[in-house]
């Protein structure tokens, strides 16, 4: 086992300047057992990533690292281009974190709490990133609006999932961490925090790394998915690459003339392109539907747990926003 005198040696891996996180050759020791086994992994400013995998692969210890709240057995890490093992106070005014739960201060009303910690922030502005957020800017942000003098002991369970948000966030962060972050939330105030992490990626250039066991959310949240399993990072690309890299096998559904019908392919631009010069304007209601991201999710984590895995990491093509 490395001492932790090795987990802050820098490593020859040449850094990205355009990356918010960067991970190199990551392990985590507890006792005999290697829980991160070589981690490599890069965020770049504005992403949002989903951190998937099985329980047990190692997520909450490579967040933590990340978070600067578990020292690691060795690799380099850049959080914010800090060692995190090593962050200040002025570092950790950069980042913002909203845990699955927290021992909240139940006779705090809602505006006051959030103007209380906000205070922390203010020393810690920058010309580009004013601190924190305003109280009742960010109580809309969050939709807790009729909740704002109400103390925090009387909100209901999504209510103050709202709240953790908004703490989360309060200090206006360059790189937030969200825990299983719409565990709670009915759907109207899930669909409305998905509003408020696209607006906090596009407006505020906020990085986000989001961990969750809803598929679905992960899907339409995240810029790139990253599948861990085993300790290391076995898949790395958008949910259409990684559904590529499990299967090419498509269904095409369309409508011709009040019939519906369905083909499956291999090639599914190639059969389209034939459907419309066969066709042409008589086609309606064309959908391609590829496997899903659970689909994809449980095809590569059998592929790993049963041994067929290659080492091969699914690479993205990075997209300009």
């Known amino acids: 086992m490395s001492s932790q005198l090795d987990a802050h040696v820098p490593s020859a891996h040449p850094h990205d300047h355009d990356a918010v996180v960067q991970v190199h050759d990551l392990r985590m020791r507890y006792g005999a057992k290697d829980v991160l086994d070589g981690v490599d992994l890069t965020i770049h400013r504005g992403e949002v990533i989903t951190l998937l995998g099985p329980n047990g692969a190692g997520k909450t210890t490579t967040i933590e690292i990340l978070e600067g709240f578990r020292m690691r057995s060795a690799g380099d890490v850049r959080v914010l281009g800090t060692d995190p093992a090593a962050g200040d106070e002025h570092w950790r005014a950069r980042i913002g974190i909203v845990l699955q739960s927290w ?40 939709g807790l609006g009729e909740q704002a003098d109400q103390r925090v002991s009387k909100l209901s369970g ?18 937030l961490f969200l825990d299983e972050p719409t565990a709670g939330l009915d759907p109207h105030a899930r669909r409305e ?5 696209h607006r906090l990626a596009d407006l505020e250039d906020t990085t986000i790394l989001l961990t969750t066991h ?19 990072i076995v898949a790395d690309g958008s949910a259409d690459q990684l559904a590529r890299s499990v299967s090419n096998h498509a269904e ?34 064309l959908e391609v539907r590829r496997a899903s991201l659970e689909d994809t999710y449980m095809s590569l984590v059998h592929r790993f747990e049963t041994g067929h895995d290659d080492g091969t990491v699914v690479p993205l093509e990075r997209n300009p926003r």
């Not at 999504?158 to 790189?175: C, F, M, S, T, Y």
């Not at 809803?214 to 290391?232: C, V, Y």
């Open 214 to 232: 809803d598929l679905h959310e992960a899907e339409k949240l995240a810029d790139r998915i990253l599948i861990l399993a085993g300790g290391r």
């Open 193 to 197: 925090f998905h509003d408020l992490v």
């Open 103 to 142: 021992r909240d201060h139940g006779k705090w009303r809602v505006r006051d709490l959030l103007h209380h910690l906000g205070r922390f922030y203010s020393p810690y502005s920058s010309p580009d990133r004013d601190r924190p957020v305003r109280t009742d800017h960010l109580i809309d942000m969050v």
């Open 158 to 175: 999504g209510q103050r999932r709202r709240l953790d948000v908004a703490i989360g966030i309060v200090g206006r962060p360059e790189l």
């Open 252 to 285: 095409v559904r369309w409508s011709r003339d009040g019939e519906f019908y369905v083909h499956p392919t291999d090639d599914a631009t190639a059969f389209v392109r034939e459907l419309f010069s066969q066709h042409g304007d008589k086609i309606g209601d």
